[in-house]
């Protein structure tokens, strides 16, 4: 299994940022990787939303990225400390930018918040975010949550949750997030959704055959988990996805959840609908591989 090492950290600069580089760096010490910090500074015409045409514009663009890459040289400088971290700024939109150098830099890991902002944030996915995590190939870590992980509160992964719908994809999400589980010394719950039964017609389900499906999952989960050689806890429940990842991670505490997304083509099956949803409903930070 390839660690998770070379870690790509878009940035803002702001406290959303922040918590997400907390993550990064713990996974950079784990895995003893490196970060590329990333920062975008969005196109003048786009920033004032008009064109500009006056005099001295060369010297005000050449200021504003140097004012950029200085706050860019300083920003969690010491929260890495001695860890390597390569500082680089560009110009251009966010998303696309971000996409590019994710390709381009051949990295194992993104890391960023999900950028949701006002009352509704934990319900909304930034456009940036939802770019990211449908257009790149490599793992991304984001969540609702990060920026309620202060400085000075330490951040482990003991409890670990794998949401696969049984897909050809179920085994590549549960490697990594195995692999995690071992890394970290973490507790690993894998959970699986079964269509929900709707109140007005449960009188009408055969009830042997509610049974025969979870008997199914959980034989297949098995199959999964001994090909994964793993020894996890399983949760079975009827619901929606999102509203069964999110019962299961709040169940057992969770620290971190990972969910099963086709490369360049969103999440796969079932989670392909919801994976969205995941991300913006789940307790904690969410790994889509």
Same mark, same amino acid.
């Given at each position: ?39 975008? +500074? ?9 064109? @500009? ?36 700024? =560009? ?18 890991? =993104? ?9 509704? #944030? *934990?319900?909304?996915? /930034? ?10 190939? &490599? ?18 992964? *003991?409890?670990?949750? &794998?949401?696969?719908? @049984? ?26 959704? +079964? ?17 025969? @499906? ?14 994964? *050689? ?25 620290? @971190?959840?990972?969910?099963? *997304? ?12 919801? /994976?969205?949803?995941?991300? #913006?409903?789940?307790? &904690? ?5």
């Amino acid at each position: 299994m390839t660690p998770l090492a070379n870690i790509l950290l878009p940035v803002d600069f702001s406290e959303r940022s922040a918590a997400a580089g907390r993550y990064a760096k713990v996974f950079a010490c784990r895995f003893k990787g490196e970060v590329t910090m990333l920062h975008a +500074l969005p196109p003048l015409d786009a920033l004032y939303g008009m064109e @500009l045409g006056y005099t001295g514009l060369g010297e005000f663009i050449e200021h504003r990225k140097a004012d950029a890459q200085r706050t860019l040289d300083d920003f969690l400088a010491d929260e890495f400390g001695s860890l390597p971290v390569d500082r680089v700024l =560009v110009e251009g939109d966010p998303a696309i930018e971000i996409v590019r150098v994710a390709h381009e830099g051949n990295y194992d890991l =993104v890391v960023m918040p999900t950028h949701g902002y006002g009352p509704f #944030r *934990r319900f909304v996915l /930034g456009s940036v975010t939802a770019k990211v995590l449908h257009d790149t190939d &490599c793992p991304v870590l984001t969540g609702t949550h990060l920026a309620e992980i202060g400085p000075a509160t330490p951040i482990f992964f *003991r409890n670990i949750v &794998c949401a696969v719908d @049984l897909g050809p994809q179920s085994g590549q999400a549960l490697a990594v997030a195995a692999h995690l589980a071992h890394e970290f010394h973490a507790k690993l719950t894998l959970v699986h959704a +079964l269509p929900p039964i709707a109140a007005g017609v449960a009188r009408y389900f055969d009830a042997e055959l509610q049974l025969q @499906l979870e008997k199914d999952a959980r034989e297949r989960l098995l199959e999964l988990a001994m090909e994964a *050689r793993v020894s996890p806890d399983f949760v079975v429940e009827h619901g929606e996805v999102p509203a069964v990842v999110k019962s299961a991670a709040e169940s057992v505490n969770a620290d @971190l959840a990972v969910i099963g *997304r086709h490369h360049g083509s969103g999440v796969l099956g079932r989670l392909r609908a919801h /994976g969205y949803s995941i991300v #913006r409903e789940s307790p &904690c930070p969410v790994l889509s591989v």
